[in-house]
């Protein structure tokens, strides 16, 4: 993925007006509203640069783009954030310390960078099925990322486990790879859009297994490798083993919010609880934007959506507090 033309060449500032904390359209786009209204932001990427968008195929739902690659338009959003003036970096904040203002980040780099407003846009990580022998061969057959790994699964058979738009998009892009095609939902209908449900009923190499959970994956010691899946009947008790060389999980995504746990309010098993109709979380100053704090959508526009109200909310409170074109404040406490 090529990167903004400045990250790697300028430094760290130590303070900055706003600090966006994440990359995907949620970040992106607070940085370019933030950037246009003269704050400046730095926004720090995180582990996967772009976000979850960098690990799928064919988008056909953002606005403007009949069809579009995950990563081609994330690589559009970097670029224009970067354009309109965001100082973006490679880098991953691993502390937050929310207590008082300035807020401080500390980066996997050793770096540390203060901010007047916070905007978090973290995102959300895969769910796994938390059994012991998944975990045992994640990287050895189990994996989460069809675009990433699809490939090594040509003329062989896989299963896929899940029944939302993701399980069913992995399902239908390992069809180019994989000779057979298992999808395993754990009821007797899919919540994927009806369009990519008519895809996957369409294609000759998806088969549907329903009302099914994994009990176990089973595979060979040596080398590691998986060799079938055991599933079991959740109407009748009954168990069955199909076979598998890997094995796709797809049950949906976790907030990525560890990195305020304890500081912010939380809700809904750990999206991070904004007003609403805002972005405002529990603690002025800090914005939270996208997959973070949404339960409902989970959509790339409506993270942008977000991003654009979190930038537009953080300099509300900037102005509001005679910070929206000031310079680096000291560190007097500034009233909520
Ligand atoms: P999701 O919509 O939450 O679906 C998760 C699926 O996994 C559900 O079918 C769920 O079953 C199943 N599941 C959850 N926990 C499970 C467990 N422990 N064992 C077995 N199955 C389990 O998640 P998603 O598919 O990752 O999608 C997340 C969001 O991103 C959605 O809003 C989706 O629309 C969006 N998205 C959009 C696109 C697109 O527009 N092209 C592509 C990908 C994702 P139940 O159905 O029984 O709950």
């Not at 899946?229 to 976790?254: C, M, S, W, Y």
């Amino acid at each position: 993925m090529s990167h903004a033309p400045t990250p790697a060449e300028t430094a760290l500032p130590a303070h900055s007006r706003v600090l966006i904390v994440g990359s995907g359209p949620a970040g992106y786009t607070a940085a370019v509203y933030a950037s246009r209204a003269m704050l400046e932001p730095v926004l720090i990427q995180g582990m996967q640069p772009g976000g979850q968008l960098t690990i799928t195929t064919e988008v056909e739902n953002w606005p403007g783009e009949t069809e579009i690659q995950g990563p081609d338009l994330m690589v559009k959003m970097e670029a224009h954030a970067a354009a309109m003036g965001a100082r973006i970096f490679i880098d991953t904040v691993t502390r937050l310390d929310l207590k008082a203002r300035p807020f401080v980040a500390e980066l996997d780099s050793g770096r540390r960078i203060t901010a007047d407003a916070v905007i978090l846009a973290t995102g959300a990580q895969a769910r796994w099925l938390e059994l012991e022998s998944e975990e045992k061969f994640k990287g050895f057959g189990v994996s989460a990322c069809a675009t990433c790994d699809g490939f090594f699964y040509r003329n062989r058979e896989v299963v896929v486990v899940g029944g939302g738009n993701t399980a069913v998009e992995e399902a239908l892009f390992l069809t180019k790879f994989a000779s057979k095609v298992t999808l395993v939902h754990r009821r007797d209908s899919l919540r994927a859009e009806k369009i990519l449900q008519d895809r996957l009923f369409k294609n000759p190499k998806i088969n549907v297994i329903w009302d099914h959970e994994v009990l176990e994956v089973q595979g060979d010691e040596q080398p590691l490798g998986v060799t079938c899946v055991r599933l079991r009947n959740l109407k009748t008790g009954t168990e069955q083993t199909v076979p598998a060389d890997g094995v796709f999980v797809a049950i949906g995504h976790a907030p990525a919010s560890e990195l305020v746990a304890g500081q912010l309010e939380l809700h809904h098993g750990g999206y991070v609880k904004v007003e609403p109709g805002s972005t405002r979380t529990s603690i002025p100053g800090v914005f939270a934007a996208g997959d973070l704090t949404d339960h409902i959508y989970r959509q790339a526009v409506t993270s942008a959506g977000m991003g654009c109200m979190a930038a537009l909310d953080a300099e509300r409170w900037l102005a509001d507090h005679h910070m929206a074109g000031a310079p680096a404040p000291d560190e007097a406490e500034i009233p909520a």
